[in-house]
Structure formats: structure tokens, C-alpha cells
């Protein structure tokens, strides 16, 4: 893969931001739903009360989780290839083994929501006519693809925080690597004076 995206470039730094919104929220959509599950289900059993209520808030819960992906999903590649290249710089050790193993789990998740994006915009396409958003005809297959997608985003809302570790280690190590400027302590006036009439 190419990417024009550069390192703690200006854009690099809001794609990052962008992802840290998503993993506040994808913990609070999810706390959300554990909260519900917790109050709506047997204590015992574990089976909902009310099976349909309980998928529809199944459902709310992907549809939300993506939306909160969003902004995320458009450059979700460029910030995994980001991380691929800057722990190829990266002295290895057990931690950035891990790092590693975070970012290529990353990766398979882009690739698998961007199979499923694909695979339902095949799917609209063949949808008949009637099928309008809001139909039954038409909510069902998206609330299908809302269910198999949402894997994939929870594993960036597990995985996600690697991104900001390995960053912060690659701009440490630049930061370590960085030539240091040597400056010369200026010679005060008075003393240049009275070392220049010695002379004479």
C-alpha cells in the first residue's frame, strides 16, 4: 500500500484524535449496552427478558458503534500502514513484539470492515425498488451488515490505544536521535574590552 500520510504530520495528529473520540465512545456505547444486558436479562440464565427488545438493542448498538467509526473508517488504513512503518524503525523487543501483533490484528479488522462495507453495497444494489431506507426490506440486510461489521470495530476499540504507544515511541526515538546544536557561550562585552586593551 502507498500512502502520502506522513508521520506527527498535521494530518496524521487529527486522524489520531479522530480515533481517540471513537475509543471514548465505543466504550461508552458498549458500557451502555452491559448495563442494559445487566438489568433486562435473567441474573441467573442470562436470557433476555424480551428477546426482541433485547436485539433491537443488539442493533443499536452496531449501528452507533459505526457511526461512531465514521470519520475513522476513511483513513483507518493510512493509520495502520503509519504504525507498520514506524515499528520497522523501532529497536525489537516484548513490547513492540506486541505492539506489532496489535497493529497486524488492526490491519485484518480495515480489511474485513471494508469487505463488508463492500459486500452491502452489493447488496443495495440488488435490493428491489420499494426496498427504501426504513423498510423492512431494506433494514434488515443493513442491520445484518451493522452485526457483522461491529466485530471488526470493536476490535479497534480494543487495539486502537497501540497506535498512540507505538507513536509516541517513534517520536521518542526521533526525538533521542535528533543532532544537538552546539552553542557558544557569547563573550560579554565589558570582558571583550578589557582583554583587547591588555593586548595593547
Known sequence: MTTSLEPASPAHRLYLSQLAIYLRRSRLI?????????KHSDPKTFQPYDEDAYGRRQQQRDSDTLRAFG???????ELVHVAEQQLAQLPVSSLTRR??????ELHEATQRLYAVHDDWLA???????????GTMA??????ESYAEAWSYLNQWAIHGQALFAVNALAQ?????????????TPVPKTAATSSSAVRR
Not at 458498549?30 to 445487566?38: E, F, G, K, P
Not at 447488496?123 to 431506507?133: G, I, N, S, T
Not at 431494506?138 to 442491520?143: C, D, I, Q, V
Request: glycine residues 0%; hydrophobic residues 40%; aromatic residues 12%.
Open 172 to 184: 521518542k526515538q526521533s526525538e533521542a536521535s535528533a543532532p544537538t546544536l552546539v552553542t557558544t
Open 30 to 38: 458498549l458500557a451502555a449496552r452491559d448495563a442494559y444486558s445487566d
Open 123 to 133: 447488496v443495495r444494489r440488488a435490493l428491489p425498488e420499494a426496498a427504501k431506507p
Open 71 to 77: 470519520r475513522v473508517y476513511y483513513h483507518a488504513d
Open 138 to 143: 431494506y433494514e434488515e440486510p443493513l442491520a
Open 99 to 104: 505492539y506489532a501483533w496489535q497493529v497486524r
